[in-house]
């Protein structure tokens, strides 16, 4: 079993729906969780950063974590054709030294909006 | 463009032939990442360097994978007697002072072996 589970989608949904995009984990020692987006044959780019759990906003965007449920989600609200690309989480260890930017990925979803 | 570069974005090669790539990370950058990306995957984790010390290699990285940053700049990944399981995206990622998962990946170089 991988330490980080996503499910590959393809996901398909109209210009202005609401998206939402799920992770689950298995490693309680994950502290740090991240939202990348990566266009095709692009590297992924930071979307969302959150620590700990909660709920974290930013524009149309919004990460919510649940370590109990060991549990995160990013949400996408009116969602536009440009938001299209493969929608990567990813999680790190709270430990010093050579752990930070050692991400654990999960597998991306494919995001399509049509117009 | 300030941002991460790695050369050459695709490399075809033939079963056991050596190849390498370069990455030059963001000038202020003092730690470097490699990861792996096979199609359909996510990145996994390679290699990790601060300056020219290399601290921690994954289980992925066997013999025949090399990573080196002499001086603390530039960094090359080496792939010696390719195979057609290295066939995948490799991408360099930098990271200064900033929050834990604040990296910033290169384009990738893409391997294929025939």
């Known amino acids: 079993q991988k330490e980080v589970e996503q499910d590959p989608g393809p996901l398909s949904v109209p210009e202005g729906a609401i998206v939402s995009l799920n992770c689950t984990y298995s490693?309680?020692?994950?502290?740090?969780f991240m939202w990348y987006r990566q266009y095709s044959r692009k590297g992924p780019e930071l979307l969302m950063y959150?620590?700990?759990?909660g709920n974290k906003e930013d524009g149309r965007f919004t990460a919510q974590v649940d370590k109990s449920s060991k549990y995160i989600s990013l949400f996408i609200r009116d969602s536009q054709p440009s938001d299209s690309a493969t929608y990567l989480c990813?999680?790190?260890?709270?430990?010093?030294?050579?752990?930070?930017?050692?991400?654990?990925f999960g597998q991306g979803t494919i995001l399509t909006v049509h117009p | 463009d300030t941002g991460v570069s790695q050369n050459p974005r695709h490399k075809i090669t033939k079963r056991g032939q050596n190849v390498t790539f370069r990455c030059d990370p963001i000038?202020?950058?003092?730690?470097l990442y490699w990861y792996r990306q096979t199609l359909g995957q996510g990145p996994e984790f390679l290699t990790y360097?601060?300056?020219?010390?290399?601290?921690?290699k994954s289980r992925l990285l066997s013999d025949r994978f090399s990573a080196e940053r002499p001086k603390g700049s530039f960094s090359t990944l080496e792939i010696q007697r390719t195979e057609q399981g290295d066939s995948a995206m490799y991408l360099c990622?930098?990271?200064?002072?900033?929050?834990?998962?604040?990296?910033?990946f290169g384009e990738g170089s893409r391997l294929t072996v025939l």
């Open positions: 490693n309680s020692a994950f502290q740090y």
């Open positions: 990813a999680m790190s260890a709270n430990a010093g030294g050579t752990s930070y930017g050692k991400l654990t």
């Open positions: 959150t620590y700990s759990s």
């Open positions: 000038s202020e950058h003092n730690r």
């Open positions: 990622a930098s990271r200064g002072g900033g929050t834990i998962g604040e990296l910033f």
């Open positions: 360097f601060q300056n020219e010390a290399q601290l921690e």
